[in-house]
């Protein structure tokens, strides 16, 4: 069956939100088959309504809201034990092994991050790591832009403290 | 005028460049004379700026390549569900037309066929029953669709 020009861009499209929501899948999961699984999940149901969705508005924050439903759902499964709880492979941002040239700003960053709640971290990366506009992690987290922007700035603020708290003690 | 307090809960969205004109213009004029608030957006910048840096996981490149044609599969498994059904279900129908009219089969085998095809349409309409209830509860319905 050929391939249209539309699908062609979204396939393109969906490429690229797809690895920018497993790097968000492992961050959540801590586990790479489970992120894997998760976002492979969601792009199939983003595919499934490829004729409705208009992809320059939508695709993003749809993708990420359906990957993160999926999270949660692999979250609660390990919580009920039908999971296992951690992979033989973890890979978070806060992990220091990455492999890559170790820099202490960064290590004092990663380390501000992990001080603050899910919910502040989650809406920080949305925004900084991953690149979402308010729009879009508003369709992702289900809330209005209005609470996006207080919640984002709430999170910043305790990040900026907690990172100069860093700063200080080094 | 806005005060710093006011201000500060505004960096954030000034930051993105979420904020309508006229607030950022405001923000603007203040950050030019408040060093206090100057700082602090200096320093949303650069943690913006090191989060942007950070190392990204990466799927291995066969395994993505992979996962990519699985879920973007052009002919859906609807499809072939589809057309695996409806061939056992028109065999079936023609069987059962062949079964009633022939004249050599007697009564009670009748009955205990369409015994078996009651049970299993009774049974098909139960679990249906069951999955349109539990689709109206799915909260992820609307997305996941």
Redesign the interface.
Known sequence: ?P?SDR?REL?ER??AV???G??YA??KLRN?ED??DA??AA???V???RQRLDPQRDLRG?FF??LR?RCIDVVRDRARGAHQTLGSDP?T?DDPA?G?ARDE??DQ??AA?ATLTEEQREI??L???H?L??AEIGRALNIPPGTV??R??RA??A??ER??AQEGAS | MKTCAAIRELLSAYLDGELPQQEAQQVSVHLRRCTECREIMEDFRRMQAQIRDLPQAEPDREQWGNLMNRATMRTSRGLGWILGVGGVALLAGYGLYSFTRDPSVDTLERIGVWAMLGGGVLLFATVLVERLRAHRSDRYKDIEQ
Do not use: H, K, P
């Open positions: 069956m391939v699908e396939i969906l490429d797809g690895r920018s497993f790097a492992c961050q790479r992120a894997l976002v492979q792009l199939t149901s595919w499934r309504t749809w809201r359906i439903n890979v941002l990455d890559l700003s960064r960053l990663r991050l920080v990366l925004r900084d790591y690149g506009s308010y922007m207080s984002l700035s910043r603020s990040l900026r990172f100069l």
